[in-house]
């Protein structure tokens, strides 16, 4: 029979990926109309600003960060400079801040959703459950950069090369304390259920437009002369 480790950290990733990228691509081509963010900009634009710009800044860095930090195997950082210490101060100082920025975020944002009556009453459930999932995992990734200190290089990190790999080893997972863990497991069930959620959006951010000609305006009185 599969122990909780084994259950949570071999089978569980597998089964999000796989929800994942099939979510994704079956929700993209059945339900095309419904595929963006459903903003609720215009019943409330004032209160929406601040907490939406710090969350998007704090979850895209950290996002990347994690990407990098993780999947980077540490012999090829020692190779050009970078040394486990110089590697740990930085994620560690990055985590803090950052995971901070996006935490303020997602707490004004869940209260902006729940105090607002015009927005609460199109809020659907699972806009709160994405958005507690969120906090769930952002919260324990920030309290693990400011108040745990745990060897992530050597066992976190080669756990999550293997899963990318296909070579997964979760014994690697059995030590790590119960903080990280939960951080873990509540960043990958915010994977594997944003295909049912507005999360969807992320797919179609408008890369484009840093690429596009620029629009020339010109002023009637101009043209007149």
Known sequence: MFSFN????????????????????????????????????????????????????????????????????????DDIGITAEMHVFVALAVGMVIGSMALIGLILL?????????????????????????????????????????????????????IVTLRPDPELMRPVPWAYKVHILAAFAVLGFSPFTRLVHIWSVPVQYLFRRYIVFRRRGLQAQ
Request: net charge positive; proline share 4%; charged share 10%.
């Open 6 to 77: 084994t259950l949570a950290f071999l089978v569980f990733p597998y089964v999000v990926l796989t929800v994942f990228v099939l979510g994704h691509t079956y929700r993209y081509v059945t339900d095309v109309h419904h595929w963006n963010s459903k903003s609720s900009e215009i019943l409330d634009k004032g209160s929406l600003r601040f907490p939406i710009l710090v969350f998007h800044y704090g979850i895209i860095i950290t996002f990347f960060g994690h990407l990098t930090g993780l999947l980077i195997p540490q012999w090829f950082l």
């Open 110 to 162: 869940l209260a902006r959703r729940w105090t607002k009556p015009r927005i609460r009453v199109t809020t659907s459930v699972n806009d709160f459950a994405v958005l507690i999932l969120l906090i769930i995992a952002v919260t324990m990734g920030t309290y693990n950069a400011f108040f745990m200190r745990y060897d992530v290089l050597h066992s976190i990190a080669p756990w999550i090369q293997g």
